[in-house]
């Protein structure tokens, strides 16, 4: 009977995790998220009382982006920031994969807070990043120990004002496949791990993941920007070979997900990394979004629900909602609605500012564009939206 109990016990956790990794993620809410809204479901409609303002979709991504660029760059390396202030020059937006406990940190802390503030994101990379190949089963457990996986989260908490830490970083790309790992970084709360797969035979140069990883905890990308490092055998640093790869994902409306390491990297406007990075830059449909937040932003559209309400004749509102924690989701995402006359748009009450130029570069802001008869309305979910 005990046996039995431990049994069951073992298989219940089993689910549990496996269910954060998979069709349940991490940070459901119980209760109801209409009632939250103060919304009875019958309320509801399926056509507003307004029928001229029509909800047509959510945008695949923000601000209906043709494409999404998102960078990582791994280790506490001083060279980081003076790669930040080059992301900064061309507006790119990248997840900092940092050793807490390690390399440069203590001097990074200042200029990482100001990165945040600018619209990057730190992830986690461990605290004192340990390697040692092959990745057995003993090293995963010792290299993932609490001090590691939630003590490198805590030192991020506790140095920036970051809110949540959304992303992991495997060191050395080890232990990426272990599924005890992997549900140890879920319970951490980490919603995605970056891996950096099969680096002795250069399968981490061009992983040539074009969009979202298939599984949250042994994420790819698509191809490294850097010279030889580490035990490669090779870099990546023809920049008409690396821009031609970004054309290639943009063409398809993909991700292009790029990582370096800033000790394998040149600096100088004539140098690789700098004029990939202005490529990229300045790119009005695109999306430039970390690592983390991009995979946070997929959760928030995949379970954001959009349905009418009943109003007062000329008006149109819309319950906007998910069973998300609003703490580690604070994404916005766009909806596309059809409106035929101009109308004010409210979110909670307050109106939205119009904007209808300008790059997409953050993922919390909200707004309104107008194009035509469509209007595209960029908002954090759990709100009730207005047209007037
Ligand atoms: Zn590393």
Not at 69 to 80: A, F, G, Q, R, Y
Not at 188 to 196: E, I, K, P
Not at 355 to 375: A, F
Request: charged share 20%; proline share 5%; aromatic share 10%.
């Amino acid at each position: 009977m005990k046996d039995m109990r431990k049994i069951l016990n073992f298989i219940l956790a089993g689910t549990a995790v496996a269910g954060l990794a998979a069709d349940r993620p991490i940070g459901v809410i119980g209760g109801d998220p209409l009632a939250r809204l103060g919304v009875r479901q019958d309320q509801l409609r399926e056509i507003p009382a307004n029928a001229s303002v029509r909800f047509v979709k959510k945008t695949q991504y923000l601000n209906n982006s043709r494409a999404v660029i998102t960078h990582t760059m791994d280790d506490s390396e001083k060279l980081v920031l003076q790669a930040v202030d080059l992301m900064d020059k061309y507006g790119i937006k990248a997840t900092l994969f940092v050793s807490t406990g390690t390399g440069d940190i203590q001097q990074m802390w200042p200029r990482l807070r100001k990165a945040i503030a600018g619209g990057h994101e730190l992830g986690s990379h461990s605290r004192t990043h340990q390697c040692s190949w092959p990745d057995t089963a003993e090293f995963c457990a010792k290299a993932f120990s609490d001090s590691e996986v939630t003590g490198s989260r805590d030192d991020i908490l506790k140095n920036t004002s970051q809110p949540y830490v959304w992303a992991w970083c495997y060191p050395c790309g080890l232990c990426a496949a272990n599924q005890a790992v992997h549900e140890k970084l879920a319970r951490a709360g980490y919603l995605v791990a970056r891996n950096y797969p099969d680096e002795p035979h250069d399968g981490h140069v061009i992983p040539n993941l074009q969009t979202y990883a298939g599984d949250l905890y042994n994420a790819a990308y698509t191809q490294v920007v850097q010279k030889i490092g580490g035990i490669a055998k090779h870099g990546n640093t023809d920049v008409a070979q690396l821009n031609a790869k970004f054309d290639e994902v943009y063409k398809a409306g993909g991700v292009y997900s790029f990582m370096s390491h800033a000790q394998w990297l040149d600096f100088g406007p004539n140098d690789f990394y700098q004029r990939h990075l202005a490529y990229l830059g300045g790119r009005r449909d695109v999306w430039y979004v970390p690592m983390g937040l991009l995979y946070a932003y997929k959760t928030v559209l995949d379970r954001t629900e959009v349905r009418a309400l009943d109003t007062p004749p000329g008006t149109a509102r819309f319950a906007i909602f998910n069973d998300l924690d609003p703490k580690i989701y604070r994404n916005s995402i766009t909806l596309q609605f059809t409106v035929p006359a101009k109308a004010r748009v409210l979110a909670g009450g307050k109106p939205l500012p119009e904007r209808q130029t300008g790059l997409t570069d953050r993922w919390s802001d909200e707004y309104y564009r107008r194009e035509n008869d469509t209007v595209y309305v960029t908002v954090r979910p759990n709100t009730i939206l207005e047209f007037r």
